[in-house]
């Protein structure tokens, strides 16, 4: 059974920092591309940032040069560093399989809120 787990949200000041991880298992997880995902009130949901499984990344504009992804295949592990935080990146951050996710995968995902 196929399990991603992210956490690391939560509360923070607008310009601040947040580091979000997502451990998965029942998978091989080196094999796969992984991507992070968000979703804020009365929106849909939208790529963030993904990596592939030989580390190449990628990443929307709206959070180019403020966000990195990593992967720690050991660890079965993906990460998004987010810096300079905004009110507008508030939302719901999930993790799933890139390019294309699968929707049984998706876990609850991790809260993110940046008050200004």
């Known amino acids: 059974q196929v399990q991603l787990v992210e956490s690391g949200g939560g509360l923070v000041q607008s310009g601040g920092s947040l580091r979000l991880s997502c451990a998965a298992s029942g998978i091989i997880f080196s094999f796969y591309g992984m991507g992070w995902y968000r979703q804020a009130p009365g929106k849909q949901r939208e790529s963030v940032a993904n990596i592939t499984s030989d580390g190449r990344t990628n990443y929307a504009d709206s959070v180019k040069g403020r966000f990195t992804i990593s992967r720690d295949n050991a660890k079965n592990t993906v990460y998004l560093q987010m810096n300079s935080l905004k009110p507008e990146d508030t939302a719901v951050y999930y993790c799933?399989?890139?390019?294309?996710?699968?929707?049984?995968?998706w876990g609850q995902g991790t809260q993110v809120t940046v008050s200004s």
């Open positions: 799933n399989i890139d390019p294309t996710p699968v929707i049984g995968y």
